[in-house]
């Protein structure tokens, strides 16, 4: 049986090219700091990469640090010791949305007490005017704000207003943290106009290997204390010899979705209204989470009334669909989710999560929506023979 993969939010396969070129550069040895031959050739190979991901979100090559993931990188970047040129740059405060990513949410290395939930509304979305009300209070003499708000949030998909945040953390003079992991590839982005301080970035949400990532600075005057030291790599940001082929692949992917991302978006959202549509036909009373919002256009995040998310994705997968029941990262162990609780919605049965990417085609959807006809017939006929 063919297996359907509808869970991009949580990986996604490794492209082609990123493979070949994963494979390929294995060949190159040397170490990117050595300035012999081999190590010149390494060094290339990276400052590629380098160029290929700033040209998907249009950024400065230079400025980007690679880590061993996105998880990585926001460790570095929570912290409440910063640089600006050699002068120290005192964070008092973070400030994160209640709907992070559990690698923000974890606080990286400010202690709980020098932190601040920034709650969402109904829809999920920070709103602007609650985070200047916020950021009114902080007290300025202690230090400046650290700010990290989600572009798209990787359950629902809903993408917050970073623009407008941006403006609020600016005037509280406040560095500002945008994860931009589950909107590359699927949204066109431009961070030379998102106004963020620092972007993080996974390439194994683009198509590319796990094991790296990065955080991209906007500017080059302002850093934060490394959370590794050593040999002084990265621009002294991360220390560890580089890992030559990951970055390598993970160039290769992002080269792929430059010219991915010129096609997809339409194609993606199509499949999305199909996918809604026919959930809605099927079970009148669904509950799709975001449908009224700016959400990414791979993304539906759903609770069918009386039915056990686990026990569907149980169902799906039985049937050869993967689809995930609650975050990325924490399946295998199903809760319910924490970004409904900080939306306020009371849901005990959980929520399943289509998401859809390269790959997935309009049979796939119908597929799915076929199993999930199966899966609602069973329910309200063994609700019948126990009534
Ligand atoms: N941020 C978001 C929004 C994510 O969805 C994820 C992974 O699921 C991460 C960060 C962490 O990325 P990584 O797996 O590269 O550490």
Avoid: W
């Amino acid at each position: 049986m063919k297996r359907i993969y509808l869970d991009y939010n949580s990986t996604t396969p490794l492209t082609a090219n990123a493979r070949e070129r994963l494979v390929s550069t294995l060949e190159s040895f040397g170490n990117p700091s050595s300035v012999h031959a081999e190590g010149r050739v390494a060094k290339a190979i990276i400052q590629k990469a380098r160029r290929e991901i700033a040209a998907l979100v249009v950024a400065d090559p230079a400025n980007i640090v690679f880590t061993s993931g996105a998880t990585e990188a926001i460790m570095t970047l929570l912290t409440p010791h910063y640089f600006i040129g050699r002068s120290p740059l005192f964070m008092s405060h973070l400030y994160f949305s209640a709907t992070e990513h559990p690698c923000v949410t974890s606080r990286g290395r400010f202690p709980v007490q020098m932190s601040t939930v920034v709650p969402v509304d109904r829809n999920g979305v920070v709103q602007p005017d609650c985070l200047r009300e916020i950021l009114r209070k902080h007290d300025r003499s202690k230090g400046l704000p650290l700010v990290a708000i989600q572009y798209a949030n990787h359950e629902t998909g809903i993408i917050q207003p970073i623009t407008a945040l941006s403006k609020i953390v600016k005037e509280a003079a406040g560095l500002f943290i945008v994860d931009v992991v589950q909107a590359v590839a699927r949204e066109k982005l431009d961070m030379t106009k998102k106004c963020g301080d620092f972007f993080l970035l996974s390439a194994h949400k683009i198509g590319g290997p796990k094991g790296i990532g990065a955080f991209i600075a906007t500017g080059e005057t302002i850093r934060p204390e490394p959370l590794l030291t050593g040999g002084g790599q990265e621009k002294g940001l991360r220390a560890g010899t580089e890992a030559v082929s990951l970055i390598a692949s993970f160039g290769a992917a992002a080269a792929s979705c430059v010219i991915q991302c010129l096609h997809e978006g339409e194609r993606l959202v199509n499949l999305q209204k199909k996918l809604e549509e026919g959930l809605k036909e099927i079970l009148p009373s669904i509950l799709i989470y975001g449908s009224g919002t700016m959400r990414l256009p791979n993304t539906t995040f759903f609770s069918a009334p009386g039915i056990k998310a686990e026990s569907m994705q149980i169902a799906f997968d039985l049937a050869g669909i993967a689809v995930s029941a609650g975050a990325a990262c924490s399946s295998g162990k199903i809760d319910s989710s924490p970004v409904l609780q900080a939306m306020g919605i009371a849901n005990s049965n959980g929520a399943i999560r289509v998401s859809t990417g390269q790959n997935t085609r309009l049979s796939d959807i119908k597929q799915f929506l076929k199993v999930f006809e199966t899966i609602i017939a069973r329910t309200k006929q063994s609700h019948l023979k126990y009534s």
